[in-house]
């Protein structure tokens, strides 16, 4: 089992560009969790799935961020019109139908660092 | 909404040091408490959890963590550390009517020199 993969590793764009990140959640895992991590805020919830539905978006930034999985085995976060105060490390995690969140138990990918200049 | 609070930002022990790195909780509701770690340049691993049952649970490495519900704590703790437990540590609190999202503390970074 790969574990949860995220692409890429490493993403520098110019601010106003737009920024693409994939997650690959583990297969057979129903639900996928996006988590932004900074210095200063932390790990912040963004936006999670649960069988490809949108569940929970309460954490994404109303302009320029959308998240969507079209299918059981990825996942897209995209920011728009990409600004520096968007540098961060993307989290993507993934659970199985019987854990997830409510258990305290997710799988994170290593991350995808966006740094925007 | 639940909070968590990670007064330490940093531990510093030596090889073979025990420690204790302290979560604290605000929800009064049915909630999972669980511990992660990060080493750096790396995603979160699952440590251990807590929903109900035996207070102190076990987790791998070596680590456990004793809940209080008296004290809102939920306390992470290993007996002799090895310079390889190096990295930050997380706690997080889920519950099902925050939309079964982890809410993580802020982290403390632990060092342990040899």
């Known amino acids: 089992n790969a574990g949860v993969i995220q692409t890429p590793r490493h993403k520098v764009t110019g601010k106003g560009q737009e920024a693409t990140l994939w997650c690959e959640p583990i297969s057979g895992h129903s639900a996928v969790f996006w988590y932004r991590q900074t210095i200063v805020q932390g790990l912040e919830f963004l936006t999670y799935f649960r069988n490809q539905a949108p569940i929970d978006d309460s954490g994404m930034p109303k302009e320029r961020f959308s998240a969507q999985m079209p299918n059981q085995s990825h996942s897209t976060l995209k920011i728009q019109s990409t600004q520096p105060q968007d540098s961060a490390v993307y989290l993507c995690?993934?659970?199985?139908?019987?854990?997830?969140?409510?258990?305290?138990?997710?799988?994170f990918g290593e991350g995808s660092k966006l740094t925007v200049l | 909404t639940q909070t968590v609070s990670q007064s330490d930002a940093h531990v510093t022990v030596f090889e073979g040091d025990s420690v204790e790195l302290r979560c604290n909780y605000s929800y009064g509701g049915s909630i999972y408490l669980s511990w992660y770690i990060q080493h750096h340049g790396h995603g979160l691993q699952f440590l251990l959890k807590?929903?109900?049952?035996?207070?102190v649970v076990q987790g791998v490495n070596g680590f456990e963590a004793e809940f209080s519900k008296s004290d809102s704590s939920f306390h992470l703790r290993k007996a002799s550390v090895h310079w390889s437990d190096s990295a930050v540590y997380f706690c997080a609190v889920s519950a099902a009517s925050s939309g079964q999202k982890l809410v993580f503390g802020q982290g403390t970074i632990l060092k342990v020199y040899l």
């Open positions: 807590y929903y109900s049952g035996n207070p």
């Open positions: 995690a993934s659970s199985s139908p019987t854990g997830g969140a409510l258990t305290g138990q997710l799988y």
